[in-house]
């Protein structure tokens, strides 16, 4: 460990336990010295001054190794557009954040750990800078898009489908950020739930979560005809260019990647032998199933397998994803693709290594740690360092 990393980590460590304190000081310093920046910011702050210090925890962690680090600020600068945030702000926020470090770190502040913070934070601020740039020239911070279907699939379940004003291209397995109306300069994350279409047009299954102010306004309060903004599609959980046969494991609203690139495998003219596993807690949480029925009739090499866990009026499969998955037969020669709630990605994962699935032959979106974001859904991390 260089010494500056291991200075910012040990006085990192006295801020952490009073996170919530140190990110309400950090907001009164930024906005008092620059108001104009409240703008740029949700209306309410509670849930973004979690997000705030989750952020500066992950990249304090993250000195150590500078290839993750490097990923992880390009991806945090590229989020950083759809907010309006300039390179002009940085200078800002970082005056603000080693004021906020100063504070609560007391006594163990000194000339030594000041000038530690000041050159990570500019390191930081660099790569954020970069990356946004760079992305700049090939693509907009945001799109707007029309919401062309609503379709209520259960009480707190719809799937909607938008339509772009401008194009959007994106890969099978990505995920976009998506702002409402109702919420302005709050932004989410949802996987898209289709292959691209010669329309333009993508769908997002969106379950309504407590506390989950876009996930609720998406499920609730729109309607067709209703503008809502897009942020750049990004995520790693693409198809594979591989005739190789196919696991996939959905759980929830976890689906909608995996469709996606079912969709797009199955539109590539291979042929592969593709098991999907869809899973849910109760059976009326079964939202897609007609369409899979359908895609399974046109595709038989496709065969789908709802399973419900909590139901005990469920006359199909009962279980817990992970354990029907090894109980139905071993994987070592499949492509697995693995999407839903954080613990079943995380139990499904370490069973398929355990059973000799090669490690790069396993897709889900980040690491397993990184899932289970408001949509149900995996995502970069919803994390801020500004907005």
Same mark, same amino acid.
């Given at each position: ?76 600068? =590229?989020?950083?557009? !759809? ?7 940085? *200078?800002? $926020? @970082?005056?603000? /954040?080693? &004021? ?32 946004? =740039?760079?992305?700049? !020239? ?7 898009? *029309?919401? $062309? @279907?609503?379709? /209520?699939? &259960? ?32 932004? =989410? ?199």
């Amino acid at each position: 460990m260089s010494p500056n990393a291991r200075l910012v980590k040990e006085s990192f460590s006295l801020v952490e336990p009073v996170a919530g304190k140190a990110a309400a000081y950090f907001h009164g310093r930024l906005f008092a010295e620059h108001p104009s920046l409240r703008a740029l910011f949700p209306a309410t702050m509670g849930i973004h001054d979690d997000r705030v210090f989750e952020a500066l925890a992950t990249i304090v962690r993250m000195l150590d190794d500078p290839a993750g680090l490097s990923v992880f600020l390009a991806r945090l600068g =590229r989020g950083h557009r !759809r907010y309006g945030v300039v390179a002009e702000h940085y *200078e800002a $926020v @970082g005056s603000a /954040l080693l &004021a906020t470090i100063r504070h609560f770190a007391a006594d163990a502040w000194t000339s030594e750990v000041e000038a530690a913070w000041t050159e990570a934070y500019a390191m930081v601020a660099d790569a954020m800078i970069n990356a946004a =740039r760079a992305e700049a !020239r090939t693509r907009p911070p945001w799109w707007l898009a *029309e919401v $062309v @279907g609503h379709e /209520l699939r &259960a009480p707190d379940i719809a799937v909607v489908t938008l339509r772009p004003a401008q194009r959007l291209d994106f890969t099978p397995g990505q995920h976009v950020t998506v702002q409402t109306p109702r919420w302005p300069r709050v932004w =989410r994350p949802f996987s898209i739930a289709n292959a691209p279409r010669e329309d333009g047009t993508l769908c997002l299954h969106v379950r309504a979560v407590p506390g989950g102010w876009v996930s609720s306004a998406l499920v609730r309060h729109t309607r067709v005809g209703d503008q809502v903004m897009l942020g750049p599609p990004s995520g790693t959980m693409t198809p594979a260019d591989t005739d190789r046969d196919m696991l996939c494991v959905a759980g929830g609203t976890g689906l909608a990647p995996i469709k996606a690139v079912i969709e797009h495998v199955i539109g590539s003219g291979r042929r592969p032998r593709i098991h999907l596993l869809f899973g849910a807690r109760h059976a009326g949480d079964l939202y897609d199933l007609p369409d899979l029925a359908r895609m399974a009739s046109d595709f038989p090499r496709l065969r789908v397998l709802p399973v419900v866990s909590d139901d005990p009026g469920f006359s199909g499969t009962r279980g817990r994803l992970p354990e029907i998955m090894e109980r139905l037969e071993s994987w070592p020669d499949h492509e697995a693709y693995v999407c839903g709630p954080a613990a079943m990605v995380n139990e499904a994962v370490r069973r398929l290594r355990t059973a000799g699935v090669p490690p790069s032959r396993i897709h889900c979106d980040g690491t397993p740690g990184d899932l289970g974001h408001p949509s149900g859904t995996p995502g970069a991390p919803a994390v801020s360092l500004t907005p």
